[in-house]
């Protein structure tokens, strides 16, 4: 049974960075594709980035530029840096894995706030 965990989160103001962590368990995380989404309040959920077995990462048009994913796979850690971040940017982020079945974890709120 694959589990996801994602520690991290929290409040961060208009222009700043936070990095976010999953951590995968259950499986083999090498041959998962990854991936974030967010669930702004009021809205549905949505893609942010994933990054394939092989490390090919692919971005939301409205992150490209200022979001990052990336994988360790010798830590089964899959990782999304978040820089010059927006009010928009304010959701609860989901950690997803997807190989045949799709994991997600149980979700972490960023907040970008002044």
């Known amino acids: 049974q694959v589990q996801l965990v994602e520690p991290g989160g929290g409040l961060v103001q208009p222009g700043g960075s936070l990095r976010l962590s999953c951590a995968f368990s259950g499986s083999i995380f090498s041959t998962y594709t990854m991936g974030w989404f967010r669930q702004p309040p009021g809205k549905q959920r949505e893609l942010v980035a994933t990054i394939t077995s092989g490390g090919r990462p692919k971005y939301a048009d409205s992150v490209t530029g200022r979001f990052t994913i990336s994988r360790d796979n010798a830590e089964n850690t899959v990782y999304l840096q978040m820089n010059s971040l927006k009010f928009e940017d304010t959701a609860v982020y989901y950690c997803?894995?997807?190989?045949?079945?799709?994991?997600w974890g149980q979700g972490t709120q960023v907040t970008v706030s002044s």
């Open positions: 997803n894995a997807d190989h045949i079945l799709t994991y």
